[in-house]
């Protein structure tokens, strides 16, 4: 009897590698026709194979009927205190780790937390060190300013005074002259265009130099200068 390779694998359940090395050992006997192999098989041969299957299958069987019991008796070990005790040990070490890890992450954010507070006030810091310096420059200058104004109003004061016989604080002023609330009480006004007149004469004070100014009162020289543009209402 002779069987292709196939056939005598699937037959004797052995594996085409395994055939073709016993092939190469010479320990099967073949023939090859038409480039075919065949192997070349007795059938003494083919009993005692199948005998050999059955013996196997019979151990096979045996073995997974006992297999289950060991296993079962293998994987029952006994529980002891000691064993527990480490198990909690071992969970509570865990868990302290844990903890511990958080905390680290906790602390971490808040100095994160406290740096970034610390950067934001050094920020709002430097903003009103600026904004201070930016407001001393305005006083600063609003002061000159004020001072500038101060001395040219002394100034206008003394020309005014020079050119009516200067007036000191001790001194009335020559009958010419009179005083600008005294002169709107001689005119038929009114209360609020007498605060009107006076407001104007007050506004105008610094650039006109008809308007003479001595104890805080302001005075006219009617004889010499004309005010009715000022006295308009």
Known sequence: MRLTIDEYSKHFKMSKEMI???????KLNYIIEYGITYILVTKNSLETHKKI???????DEIKVEEE????IEIAKPKITVATVIGLYQKENQHLKDKIAQLEAKIDKLIDDKEQML?????????????????????????????????????????????QTDTLTEDETPPSKLIELREYLRTLDLK??????????FLASFDNDIRILQ???????????YDYSDLLEY
């Open 20 to 26: 073709h090395s016993k092939l190469k050992e010479k």
């Open 53 to 59: 299957i059955e013996e196997v299958q019979v151990q």
């Open 68 to 71: 289950p019991t060991k296993a």
């Open 118 to 162: 610390r950067d934001e006030m050094n920020k709002i810091e430097q903003v009103y060190s600026a904004k201070d310096e930016q407001l001393k420059n305005i006083l600063e200058l609003v002061n000159a300013k004020l001072l500038l104004e101060n001395r040219q109003q002394t100034i206008h004061e003394v020309q005014t005074y020079e």
């Open 191 to 200: 209360s609020h265009q007498r605060k009107s007149i006076k407001k104007r």
């Open 214 to 224: 001595q104890d805080g009162k302001l005075y006219l020289d009617i004889s010499k």
